[in-house]
């Protein structure tokens, strides 16, 4: 099974704030990789798929890249309603994995 | 409007048995590859499984972690999802997701989920 490990699992951003969440892959996965968001008590919601490609409806200030084991999801200017945890996810071999999750939080 | 929803979560005992369904609309059911994803309460997301179209025979795919315990199956004229859920563990215990598979099989659109309890 393919692992991805996301860094870090906690972060802590202020309004404003430039961010980046990393996740490797145990294995290359080409560019076949998705970013989520998750709200508490709400499903998860596809920001980026294909490493870099921006999901309708998702604000530009979200944008991925990376490709084969090291990918970057960045919030160009952190929103009030973007506290919340982000997962990536493989779609390149089964089983399909996620990693661990990165929860960002207000300072 | 793609919608998703799920329905059938609730309480079971473990070595219980129960059956989710998902009932999609806004799309050509048909034509989508489903998945089912699982959170259990704290935790992180896991894949559960995958069916695919008539194209592929309705083939699916599972995590090793229910392989031969949940089965997914689907009825397009329905336009329905289910996983019968036999031989429940405690950590089978989550919120479980319908979710439809994009044409370039990403998770695109998610319901909102129906929670599981297995415990005695």
């Known amino acids: 099974d393919i692992q991805l490990t996301q860094s870090p699992s906690f972060l802590s951003a202020s309004v404003g704030d430039r961010v980046t969440i990393t996740c490797r892959a145990s294995?290359?996965?080409?560019?076949?990789l998705a970013w989520f968001q998750q709200k508490p008590g709400e499903a998860p919601n596809l920001l980026i798929y294909a490493a870099s490609t921006l999901q309708s409806g998702v604000p530009s200030r979200f944008s991925g890249s990376g490709s084969g084991t090291e990918f970057t999801l960045t919030i160009s200017s952190l929103q009030p309603e973007d506290f919340a945890t982000y997962y990536c996810?493989?779609?390149?071999?089964?089983?399909?994995?996620f990693g661990q999750g990165t929860r960002l939080e207000i300072k | 409007e793609v919608q998703l929803v799920e329905s059938g979560g609730g309480l079971v005992q473990p070595g219980g048995s129960l059956r989710l369904s998902c009932t999609a609309s806004?799309?050509?059911?048909?034509?989508?590859?489903m998945d089912w994803v699982r959170q259990a309460p704290g935790k992180g997301l896991e894949w559960v499984g995958r069916t695919r179209i008539k194209a592929n025979s309705y083939s699916t795919q599972y995590a090793a972690s229910v392989n031969g315990r949940l089965t997914i199956s689907r009825d397009d004229s329905r336009n329905s999802l289910y996983l019968q859920m036999n031989s429940l563990k405690t950590e089978d215990t989550a919120v479980y997701y319908c979710v439809r598979v994009s044409t370039g099989y990403y998770l695109d659109y998610w319901g909102q989920g129906t929670l599981v309890t297995v415990s005695s």
């Open positions: 996810q493989q779609r390149n071999s089964y089983p399909i994995t």
């Open positions: 806004g799309f050509t059911f048909s034509a989508h590859y």
């Open positions: 294995q290359g996965i080409s560019s076949y």
